[in-house]
């Protein structure tokens, strides 16, 4: 599987072909939209040394609220949506391995007056991190991914906004209770169609976990693996199994990246499988439009004074 891996890398570089997001969906790029720059020279020459982008860019996705392209290790963002830009100000900076990290945000324009003609609806400019360093290396999530992210966008519990961050140490803990007392699941067998989260309480319970601690393991137990299936809780290689499970991580991976924003005022809930991506099996959230941010910043205009939006 490794070396399947690395020859599609080898083979993404050696050829002229682009897959990205277009409009949430995984399309083929054309030559004309790796070409073309949607802003003038005078403005992108303007952005560049704002910015401090090298090379010519390279066209990566759009979406209803903007586009994005690629300059090297950095990526250009231009939208039209003001909570991404707002919120990508309140982070701005700061580094967190679960949500990209944002390097400058500014207004093209000021709020009065008219627009430039190209694009004169979408004022926003966002940089930010090229999330992996390769094509071919950051990815759409995986189906198992995709399933983990839409069960938790399905479910926004207050708890994926109040995450932890030593679940392993939580699932060590259960695991070495269970391996020491291996009898323990086998008793009260659940059967193959019965809800077994009482059950999993009760041995949580009975390993020493705190409040706290059952309530994050069963909240990932309950995305991963699901409460059905006797497999999974009536004996020790059967709970052992379960944890590992790498949809944990997954579950791990974007309840961090949850709770870091929610920690900055920032309450985002558009959680789909084209804002995430997958960064050699880490998940990376990478597009926070439509959230709920507290305590806006104020947006500088690009070479002016700062200006918040009304």
Do not use: C
């Not at 682009?18 to 720059?37: A, K, P, S």
Request: charged share 25%; aromatic share 8%.
């Amino acid at each position: 599987m490794k070396l399947l891996l690395e020859n599609w890398r080898r083979y993404m570089k050696e050829t002229n072909s682009y897959r990205r997001v277009v409009l949430n969906e995984l399309v083929e790029i054309t030559e004309e939209e790796l070409r073309d720059f949607p802003l003038s020279k005078e403005e992108l020459n303007e952005i560049r040394k704002w910015a401090q982008l090298e090379g010519e860019p390279l066209f990566l996705g759009s979406g209803t609220m903007g586009s994005a392209y690629q300059f090297g290790d950095l990526v250009l963002k231009i939208t039209k949506d003001y909570a991404e830009a707002s919120a990508a100000q309140t982070i701005a900076g700061q580094v967190h391995p679960n949500v990209y990290k944002i390097k400058k945000v500014a207004r093209r324009f000021g709020m009065e007056g008219t627009g430039p003609e190209q694009l004169p609806n979408h004022p926003f400019l966002i940089v930010y991190e090229l999330v992996g360093s390769e094509l071919g290396g950051p990815d759409l999530p995986t189906r198992q991914q995709q399933d983990i992210i839409k069960t938790i966008y399905a479910q926004p519990h207050d708890i994926y906004y109040n995450w932890v961050n030593n679940l392993d140490e939580i699932k060590n803990k259960f695991l070495n209770w269970v391996s020491q007392n291996p009898a323990e699941p086998e008793e009260n067998p659940i059967s193959k169609f019965k809800n077994h989260e009482d059950k999993l309480d009760l041995l949580l319970s009975a390993a020493g976990l705190d409040e706290r601690e059952k309530e994050i393991l069963k909240a990932a137990w309950g995305v991963s693996v699901g409460f059905y299936g006797a497999d999974n809780i009536n004996s020790s290689q059967g709970v052992q199994n379960a944890l590992a499970n790498p949809s944990f991580n997954y579950v791990d991976d974007v309840s961090k990246g949850l709770t870091f924003l929610e920690q900055n005022g920032i309450h985002f809930r558009d959680l789909k499988t084209t804002n995430v991506m997958n960064d050699n099996g880490k998940l990376v959230i990478i597009d926070i439009g439509k959230s709920s941010v507290r305590n806006r910043q104020p947006i500088p205009v690009l070479g002016g004074k700062n200006e918040t939006p009304t």
